[in-house]
């Protein structure tokens, strides 16, 4: 995994597509807003966030920040990176391990975040990995595919997510304002900062990654060293609080799941989203250990870029967006979509039509006329 070391995004923001951005704005949106940074991962609303802006400042100085989009960014014809109008921030989430070298990572994760021009909801749409892709200068592959090639010959994480953003863009249309690498791993630290989260197990599923060992979850292959008993991990339906390891070895699986990643996607989404809500709980956000203690962690799960515009900017910027108006919708109605030789997926008009409501900001009424592209998850 690459350092998370803070650096600036290098002369050129953007690189070198589309018009120049505009430098700015002098006078950044304020008060009491929601914290939206990275994955929404804390959320609140109608409650003063404890500090000025100099101790969120302070606070998030340690969070890495890239030039993710390259040349997917808006354009001064798009806002530039003005917050005022709607907000798309790219979500990617990798899966890596240790033993992984740093260009051989595919993004399974990939999530459109919307926030309209009015900021008072938010919308999380997952894009399935196994989707056709035209891949600029690699072809037609599988989507997840993009990072990886983008990562290659020294292209690193950064590399990976221009590559996934310019994808998308070809794709969909849709510009971005802002990104964020997950680091699915480094999530364990932030749920552990909140103590649990509340997930709901649609469907029992046993976990394909971990085992029980003397009572303590590890990896399978490190639980065959071991030489000791093992105990399936089984994730059984129901709502319950999980902590950090098994809310993501949960968020991980899709083997098993009636709908493979079209369910895992949705167990994701709702992981973000219980996360968001229990950031709301027991005075996280407006307790400044507790907050620091949070966003510290966030810092070692996150990789970020905020289209030049400082975080502190970024989070003061989300007014009125609660957990609660964290909305999840589902491409291809939930359910696998293939392509005409079926060798791969597509995604049908109904959900191109959903991205085409994201560029126009016009998604509030697309979702009303088109329910059926809500998450089934609570």
């Not at 939206?36 to 969120?56: D, E, N, P, Q």
């Not at 997917?72 to 240790?98: C, F, H, Q, W, Y």
């Not at 070692?300 to 609660?324: C, E, R, S, Y």
Request: aromatic residues 6%.
């Amino acid at each position: 995994m690459p350092p998370l070391i803070p650096t600036q995004p290098g002369p050129g923001g953007r690189g070198n597509g589309g018009s120049k951005k505009r430098s700015r704005r002098k006078d950044p949106l304020w008060a009491r807003l929601t914290v939206i940074f990275g994955a929404v991962l804390m959320m609140t609303s109608g409650l003063a966030i404890v500090g000025s802006k100099a101790v969120i400042g302070q606070a998030t100085g340690n969070i890495a920040q890239r030039n993710l989009l390259g040349e997917a960014g808006k354009t001064d014809a798009e806002g530039g990176n003005s917050l005022d109008g709607p907000i798309d921030m790219l979500l990617l989430g990798v899966d890596a391990r240790a033993r992984w070298a740093a260009d051989d990572v595919r993004s399974d994760t990939i999530i459109i975040l919307h926030i309209p021009a009015s900021h008072d909801q938010a919308y999380l749409i997952s894009i399935p990995r196994d989707t056709e892709a035209q891949i600029p200068g690699h072809g037609t592959d599988k989507i997840n595919a993009a990072f990886q090639f983008g990562a290659r010959n020294g292209g690193g994480w950064e590399g990976g997510a221009q590559l996934m953003a310019k994808t998308i863009k070809k794709m969909t249309g849709i510009s971005f304002d802002g990104a964020a690498i997950i680091n699915f791993g480094g999530f364990k630290g932030v749920i552990d900062a909140l103590g649990t989260v509340r997930i709901c197990v649609s469907h029992e599923v046993p976990s394909h990654h971990m085992m029980m060992v003397d009572g303590k979850p590890m990896w399978n292959a490190d639980a065959k060293k071991t030489g000791k008993p093992m105990t399936p991990v089984v994730h059984k339906k129901g709502c319950k609080e999980m902590e950090g390891w098994e809310a993501l070895d949960f968020a991980r699986q899709r083997y098993g799941l009636p709908n493979s990643d079209y369910d895992r996607q949705q167990n994701q989404q709702q992981l973000i989203k219980a996360m968001a809500k229990k950031a709301t709980q027991n005075g996280t956000l407006t307790n400044p250990i507790k907050l620091n203690q949070l966003i510290k962690a966030a810092g070692k799960a996150f990789i970020l870029d905020t289209g030049g515009v400082p975080i502190d900017d970024f989070i003061f910027t989300m007014k009125g967006v609660t957990g609660n108006d964290l909305t999840t919708l589902r491409t291809n109605g939930g359910t696998y979509s293939p392509n005409a030789d079926h060798t791969r997926e597509s995604l049908n008009q109904l959900s191109m039509d959903m991205f085409q409501a994201v560029k126009d900001d016009k998604l509030a009424e697309f979702v009303v006329a088109n329910p059926n592209v809500l998450s089934t998850r609570k």
